[in-house]
């Protein structure tokens, strides 16, 4: 099978974004965007369908399993994982492949995600004692594990942009597992800041529902943690308002 890519491309950020096309060949029924990205750039000399001498594609892979998120970009419109995007399910005559438009580009494909890890220290997602989680929500904990920090579900989203404060699925899938495991007093700085920057910001669009990678549930997620801020702590503030707590 012969495969063609319509690569964006640009050397660095100030540069003006081109088209490069290549051809990819393979017998492999399930090649992906990453199989062929590999390929192409380990030619000795790397050429365009028109025969044009290029540099090589810049972008990002790691575990090329779908468990780390680094090769995440725009195929064929879509954010998805290039070791995951298979060529021969694409179907289309030529396949397009940009790099993710919610986050600055450093070069071709790849991007700056900081943006991510910066609001993730800003919720201060971390624990600083030992977990207190019920045993009945370890399914929910471990499905909110699953997030690779890959930006799919950021890229889809209206309401997110790296200049704004609304942070996302990408910081609401962890943050909904903090919720459970941390104790009341010690979710109180959490909590402040997943109303102001997840909760408050949130269109309930749902775009990121069915584009998350990993699969996880991002309805069940979203359901528990608004649970965990917004129902529970009113609960207790009526209860303790009323003398019962």
């Known amino acids: 099978m012969r495969y063609e890519l319509a690569v964006k491309r640009r050397r660095n950020a100030a540069d003006t974004p081109f088209r490069q096309h290549f051809y990819f ?8 965007v990453a199989n062929a990205l590999t ?21 990002e892979c790691s575990c090329l399993q779908k468990k780390c998120g680094a090769c995440a970009m725009v195929i064929n419109g879509r ?6 995007a298979v060529l021969a399910e694409q ?4 396949i397009t492949v940009e790099p993710l438009r919610k986050f ?13 890890m910066d609001n993730l220290r800003t919720l201060q997602l971390w624990l600083n004692g030992d977990a207190q989680a019920a045993v009945k929500k370890n399914d929910l904990l471990y499905e909110a594990s699953g997030c690779l920090q890959c930006g799919c579900c950021l890229e889809v989203c209206p309401n997110f942009c790296t ?43 749902l775009a990121c529902r069915n584009i998350c990678p990993a699969g ?16 529970k702590m009113w609960r207790r503030a009526v209860l303790d308002k009323k003398g019962e707590i």
């Open 216 to 231: 996880l549930d991002i309805d069940a997620l979203m359901v528990n943690s608004n649970a965990a801020l917004l129902w």
């Open 79 to 84: 954010p998805q994982l290039a070791c995951g």
């Open 39 to 59: 390929f192409l750039n380990q030619q000795t000399e790397l050429t365009d369908t028109d025969g044009k001498k290029c540099d090589k594609i810049v972008w």
């Open 91 to 94: 179907k289309t005559d030529v």
């Open 163 to 205: 200049e704004g404060d609304f942070y996302g699925m990408a910081a609401l899938v962890p943050a909904s597992r903090l919720l459970e495991e941390m104790s009341r007093e010690e979710s109180r700085a959490l909590r402040k800041n997943y109303s102001k920057n997840i909760y408050n910001g949130c269109g309930k669009s």
């Open 104 to 116: 600055p580009v450093i070069a071709d494909l790849m991007v700056d995600r900081d943006k991510m």
């Open 25 to 32: 060949e393979t017998e492999l029924k399930n090649a992906t």
